[in-house]
């Protein structure tokens, strides 16, 4: 009965923020963030149909997915890592993910390129960008971004598709959004990965590709 009740309420919710995706003018990408999230809510996001997922740590995103994808069943799934990464687990990263969001210092392009090279596998990327200038947050600050980009692109060879950005809490999300779409047409940049379940609708009414929504598909997060 629990499972069964699971089930249809993420459904339903996956529904609901699709609707918003489709209704927008460009093509919106719904992320479903899985981090701390169990394994039966998992199962019934992509028995819902849902492809495309986010996690923000390498070993958790190992536990939550090692196993589905080894499987095969769902050989068009999709991780996004949206969490900050740390250059020894470079490795790890780009043998599970499919798409890296947190590109945000030299020395872990460097180790991205490295190690894509190694595997072959040559990930879009995507910089983060601290459009709050807060300094307890990654990312980069947006005076930079255009020699970070150049570094990026040129120097190390890492396909940048686009840039994402985490809001600071205490400000309205909208300017920041604006901001990250601004900077992304002047660098000719497709891709914004903004918005999350507090705020995802006036990130597509600002242009975004992408939208990682957590909570509002499958409930309040375990608590770390
Ligand atoms: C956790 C997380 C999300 C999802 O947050 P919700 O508010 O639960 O939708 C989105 N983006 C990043 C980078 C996250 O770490």
């Given at each position: 009965m629990f499972k069964v009740m699971v089930m249809s309420e993420i459904a339903k919710n996956i529904k609901a923020v699709r609707i918003?995706?489709?209704?927008?003018?460009?093509?919106?990408?719904?992320?479903a963030v899985s981090k701390r999230q169990s394994q039966e809510k998992i199962l019934a996001a992509l028995e819902a149909g849902q492809r495309v997922f986010g996690e923000n740590k390498v070993q958790e995103a190992y536990e939550h997915w090692q196993t589905i994808k080894d499987n095969g069943a769902y050989p068009d799934l999709m991780l996004h890592l949206i969490g900050p990464l740390q250059t020894n687990k470079?490795?790890?990263?780009?043998?599970?993910?499919?798409?890296?969001?947190?590109?945000?210092?030299?020395?872990?392009?460097?180790?991205?390129?490295?190690?894509?090279?190694?595997?072959?596998?040559?990930?879009?990327c995507y910089i983060q960008?601290?459009?709050?200038?807060?300094?307890?947050?990654a990312g980069i600050f947006p005076d930079d971004l255009t020699d970070f980009y150049v570094f990026c692109q040129d120097e190390c060879g890492l396909n940048i598709v686009g840039l994402m950005c985490i809001p600071p809490v205490?400000?309205?999300?909208?300017?920041?959004?604006?901001?990250?779409?601004?900077?992304?047409?002047?660098?000719?940049?497709?891709?914004?990965?903004?918005?999350?379940?507090?705020?995802?609708?006036i990130a597509i009414?600002?242009?975004?590709?992408?939208?990682?929504?957590?909570?509002?598909?499958?409930?309040?997060?375990?608590?770390?």
């Open positions: 918003v995706c489709d209704a927008a003018p460009q093509p919106v990408e719904l992320v470079a490795k790890d990263a780009i043998a599970l993910f499919d798409v890296i969001e947190t590109v945000d210092r030299e020395k872990l392009a460097r180790s991205l390129a490295k190690e894509m090279k190694k595997q072959g596998r040559h990930l879009p960008v601290n459009t709050g200038e807060e300094v307890q947050k205490d400000e309205p999300a909208a300017m920041h959004f604006g901001l990250l779409s601004n900077l992304a047409s002047n660098l000719g940049l497709q891709k914004l990965s903004m918005g999350m379940s507090g705020d995802y609708e009414e600002l242009g975004a590709t992408n939208v990682r929504v957590g909570s509002g598909i499958f409930g309040v997060r375990d608590s770390l």
